[in-house]
């Protein structure tokens, strides 16, 4: 997607600026239109991820909005948006076997991988959805946290290593954030993460 491939070559907080502009807010609700209609479509949904995961990557403290600025709170609710949009779809859906990595793995992943990225990025303070009533925030935590519950321990070991890399960096970001979200995560969230955290641990009570 050229959008992308321009956002990762804005460096700094200037260029930056100039492609958040260009695309909020009317090619992003193109796109997250898009996202909407053709969730079930990797040559779609995935791209469009991508975008979202590098819109809010932090690279360089390039995405600094002013401190009366809105753009970083909108910045936010549309990646909150598109990965509610795709969770609450694919988490439903049964791709085939040989083509469940490109079909919903890999977007499971990117999801991770921008609700990391948010939560690290400092370009938006999460108190502000709370104070107002919006469940922007709190939707795109859950949302997230369905998708990777909906991955079995098994299928995680064998899928790809990139994966397992922001399987452990969201979760690393999330309890580093708020311990409060994280003490109040269900018991089964904690069994069905620990044995893919620590899997020269659990790995002999997996498989034997």
């Not at 401190?67 to 598109?82: R, V, W």
């Not at 990391?116 to 990025?121: F, I, K, S, V």
């Not at 502000?128 to 909906?150: C, H, I, N, P, W």
Request: aromatic fraction near 16%; hydrophobic fraction near 50%; proline fraction near 5%.
């Amino acid at each position: 997607m050229l959008f992308r491939s321009v956002v990762a070559a804005a460096h700094n907080r200037a260029c930056y600026a100039q492609c958040f502009e260009a695309l909020h807010p009317a090619y992003l609700e193109v796109y997250l239109r898009a996202l909407e209609l053709w969730w079930d479509d990797p040559t779609v949904a995935n791209p469009i991820l991508k975008l979202m995961a590098e819109l809010v990557y932090q690279r360089g403290a390039r995405i600094q909005f002013g401190s009366n600025s809105p753009n970083g709170i909108l910045l936010f609710k549309a990646a909150s948006q598109a990965v509610v949009t795709f969770g609450s779809q694919i988490l439903g859906y049964a791709p085939p076997g040989d083509a469940a990595y490109s079909h919903k793995y890999k977007g499971v992943m990117v999801c991770a991988q921008i609700m990391a990225r948010c939560l690290d990025g400092g370009f938006v303070n999460f108190g502000v959805f709370q104070l107002y009533g919006d469940r922007s925030f709190d939707q795109a935590l859950e949302a997230t946290l369905k998708l990777l519950l909906s991955i079995s321990v098994e299928e995680l070991m064998v899928s790809h290593k990139n994966c397992k890399r922001w399987f452990w960096e969201v979760m690393v970001v999330w309890c580093g954030w708020s311990l409060s979200f994280a003490c109040q995560c269900p018991r089964l969230v904690y069994l069905t993460f620990a044995p893919f955290l620590f899997p020269r641990f659990f790995s002999p009570l997996l498989f034997s």
